[in-house]
């Protein structure tokens, strides 16, 4: 097992860079970093559009995010990589593919998260805002989201430790993601199957717990700051005395 680290360590790490494509671990980096940040504007849209009174925005959202939801990831890779093509006139790369399909996949899954930390906010908070005169647009850019975003921040980085597992699947378009150059290894090994792909598993686990653990860091950040601050026990003192 060291022996396959030490031989092939590069290869899952970076792929054929500096003489050739990049990929491996730093792909899969990359894939996860581009699909999250091109899909949270769209994701965000769909989100209030899935909040909207105006029943098209609302059906034709809702519509959408219940069909991704509901068909398998690897379809929609499938999909993507010969929709594509047909869609922009002329071929694109197996990279470009399968970007475009995790920012469709993913905008339906991170709509819902950041729909459901807009609706665990007061209602208050709405009521105030049109009473001050701002509309619903207005309402949700300036006041809503902006306080549902900052408590939705250790979901949203669950949901990107989710996509880097997803990027996974890209290798059945031949993308040289993390996973794909562990096959590449043990089509070159043969007889190490077992080993090579406990590497894989070590390496997915200790990216990912890495991330889990920073977002419950954070969720525990966001709960403190949000409770209410407790009165000083000095403070408690000070008024039992001046009220004896």
Same mark, same amino acid.
């Given at each position: ?27 899969? =980096?990359?894939? !996860? ?9 769209? !994701? ?65 899954? =991170? ?17 105030? $805002? ?24 250790? $979901? ?35 007889? $190490? ?41 000095? $403070?408690?003192? !000070?008024?039992?005395? =001046?009220?004896?």
């Amino acid at each position: 097992m060291f022996g396959i680290v030490q031989e092939y360590g590069l290869l899952l790490v970076v792929g054929q860079f500096p003489n050739g494509p990049i990929g491996g671990l730093a792909l899969t =980096l990359i894939l !996860s970093v581009m699909g999250l940040a091109l899909s949270f504007p769209l !994701s965000v849209v769909l989100a209030l559009c899935r909040m909207s009174p105006i029943k098209l925005f609302y059906a034709a959202s809702t519509v959408l995010v219940y069909v991704v939801r509901g068909i398998p990831l690897v379809m929609f890779i499938f999909w993507g990589y010969f929709l594509v093509p047909i869609l922009v006139g002329h071929s694109v790369t197996a990279f470009t593919a399968l970007i475009c399909t995790l920012v469709v996949y993913e905008s339906a899954y =991170l709509s819902e998260v950041i729909r459901a930390g807009v609706e665990a906010l007061p209602k208050g908070q709405v009521e105030a $805002s049109r009473a001050l005169g701002l509309g619903y647009w207005k309402t949700h850019v300036w006041v809503i989201l902006p306080q549902a975003l900052y408590n939705m921040v250790p $979901s949203i980085i669950s949901q990107f430790v989710s996509l880097i597992k997803e990027t996974s699947i890209g290798y059945v378009i031949s993308v040289q993601e993390l996973t794909f150059e562990a096959n590449q290894v043990n089509n070159s090994l043969l007889t $190490s199957p077992f080993p090579v792909f406990l590497i894989l598993v070590v390496v997915y686990f200790v990216v990912c717990f890495v991330l889990t653990k920073f977002a419950n860091y954070l969720e525990r950040n966001v709960t403190r700051k949000r409770s209410p601050k407790a009165v000083p026990r000095r $403070s408690i003192e !000070s008024d039992s005395i =001046l009220e004896g």
